[in-house]
């Protein structure tokens, strides 16, 4: 393995970048010039475990110049593969490619727990999206990217050598708070009846790797106003394989057919019926009752969440925590499974929290990590940004 490419910045040391902080109205300072010429893309970029988004536009420019949603996986040929069995007889795939030819393919997953989990495959991966930016030369990008919340300075590293030489310049900010930023809707921050997120709530973002929760208050978080717990949509997948396992021994299935039935039949609560599933065993059609598998595996993350929901809403002022329990916001994949929002409003209000109110972020939850981000990069300060160099 290459050693590290040397990081260099322009204005603190690489183990210290200072997060946009928010003014006293509730927004981010506005990025000064920057005394040159050259068009400037700015990215927000969400690195998921599982899936990664990228919202992108030029300074001072409105109209998105990159919109992309990206399976993280890298697949690398296998020996002997037969010419032209792969798409221009690609050393590596990628993505929605590298899922479609798996067969022929070793795959490798860049993230794992939210962060990097194999350096080659993640600088593969962020090249491979560098690649279908389509950028005028001389431009240059500047990336807010979304990390765990309380990430460790090894992991913010291992990003910042990922995207070297890609990228020009850099921001890391926690996902929860970028997915408030991204959920926001400015277009209504006169309306009296609308409810600003980035004033005072509770996010809860359940990815792949991680789920992270955040107490936004007007400003950026504090270390002990985020949590992350290792505990997401890969777990829940991991505890549900093993359950089908033990159940139907002779029928083993693919982790690819397990994240399917997951996104597919996920609950929390009592089910309304059986889920009773179809799958291929040995070529033939085997039908599998997976009820239980589904509801342990789902209710060991709602009790994760539920727990650490406690733990920040403690946290809130006297003053503020009514208005607080008014603003708990599920997004991220794992907010799509039926019932959480419903199932984590009850145990709060069965556990004595007054009149607790749970939405979920809607169908865009994909995206409001990306979108925040770009928000951040089109606001941040000059002297934000960290340079990395090849």
């Known amino acids: 393995m290459n050693a590290p490419s040397p990081l260099l910045t322009a204005t603190s040391t690489p183990r ?3 997060p946009p902080e928010l003014n006293g109205k509730g927004r981010f300072d506005i990025c000064s010039s920057t005394g040159t010429e050259r068009a400037v893309l700015l ?21 998105l110049a990159a ?23 690609a050393s590596a795939l990628f993505g929605e490619d590298a899922i479609r030819h798996r067969l022929h393919l070793n ?11 194999d350096a080659a495959a993640a600088r593969d991966f962020a090249r491979h999206l560098r690649s ?14 979304g990390m765990p919340a309380n990430a460790e300075v090894a992991a913010r590293d291992q990003l910042r050598e990922a995207v070297a030489g890609l990228f ?8 929860p708070f970028l ?37 936004v208050q007007g400003y950026f978080p504090t270390a002990k106003e985020q949590i992350s717990l290792r505990f ?9 394989h093993d359950a089908i396992r033990r159940t139907y021994p002779d029928c083993e299935l693919t982790s690819f057919k397990v994240r399917e039935l997951k996104e597919r039949h996920a609950f929390v609560g009592t089910a309304s019926t059986a889920v009773v599933v179809s799958v291929l065993v040995n070529g033939k059609v085997r039908k599998l009752d997976i009820t239980e598998q589904l509801a342990h595996a789902c209710s060991a993350l709602l009790g994760e969440v539920f727990t650490a929901a406690k733990q920040l809403i403690g946290l809130s002022s006297p003053d503020n925590v009514e208005q607080l329990l008014q603003n708990l916001i599920l997004t991220g994949g794992g907010s799509r499974i039926r019932g959480l929002d419903t199932e984590l409003q009850r145990l709060l209000a069965a556990e004595g929290y007054e009149q607790p109110r749970v939405q979920l972020a809607g169908e865009r939850h994909r995206e409001f990590v990306a979108l925040g981000a770009l928000k951040a990069a089109r606001q941040a300060r000059e002297n934000q940004w960290q340079q990395v160099l090849k």
């Open 43 to 63: 990215l927000g970029f969400d690195w998921g475990t599982n899936k990664s988004c990228i919202k992108g536009a030029y300074g001072g420019g409105t109209d």
């Open 16 to 18: 210290q970048v200072r």
């Open 132 to 145: 279908l930016l389509d950028v005028p030369a001389g431009s240059e990008i500047r990336a807010v990217i």
């Open 67 to 89: 919109d992309l949603i990206v399976p993280t996986l890298v697949g690398y040929a296998k020996d002997g593969v037969v010419e032209n069995l792969l798409p221009d007889n």
């Open 107 to 117: 795959l490798a997953r860049p993230m794992m727990d939210g962060v990097i989990h």
């Open 232 to 240: 997401a949509g890969d777990r829940v997948d991991a505890l549900l």
């Open 179 to 215: 997915a408030a930023l991204g959920f926001r809707d400015e277009s209504r921050l006169r309306d009296r009846d609308y409810v600003d997120p980035i004033r005072n709530s509770l996010f809860i973002d359940i990815g792949g790797g991680t789920t992270d929760l955040c107490l």
């Open 168 to 175: 020009d310049r850099v921001i890391l900010i926690p996902e």
